[in-house]
């Protein structure tokens, strides 16, 4: 186990250097940082932030049953028609 870690680093450091490593440290540090609870001021900021959100429109249009119905359709049709196509005949035994 401890050779695969070394060779794992020596790759690391061979391929990117000093810098890679630095990076890859940093990386690490910040998704340890994002893995913690979030402080009482945060929770209060995202209250704020999500009520500014809900007010604002996004300019998206809302997706129609059609639409979904139209595209679910066309994929299952699409299935069927490549299992047609792609389906080898039945080979006839001897008799």
Do not use: N
Not at 30 to 57: G, I, K, N, V, Y
Not at 73 to 88: D, E, I, M, S, Y
Request: hydrophobic content about 50%; aromatic content about 6%.
């Amino acid at each position: 186990m401890t050779a695969i870690c070394l060779f794992a680093a020596g790759a690391v450091y061979v391929i990117g250097g000093h810098e890679f490593l630095r990076k890859l440290l940093q990386v690490r540090s910040s998704a340890t940082a994002a893995l913690q609870p979030p402080t009482q001021a945060e929770m209060q900021r995202a209250s704020q932030d999500t009520a500014a959100a809900a007010t604002t429109d996004t300019g998206v249009p809302s997706v129609s049953l059609r639409i979904i119905l139209i595209w679910s359709g066309a994929v299952v049709v699409a299935a069927v028609a490549l299992f047609f196509a792609t389906g080898r005949t039945q080979e006839r035994g001897r008799d």
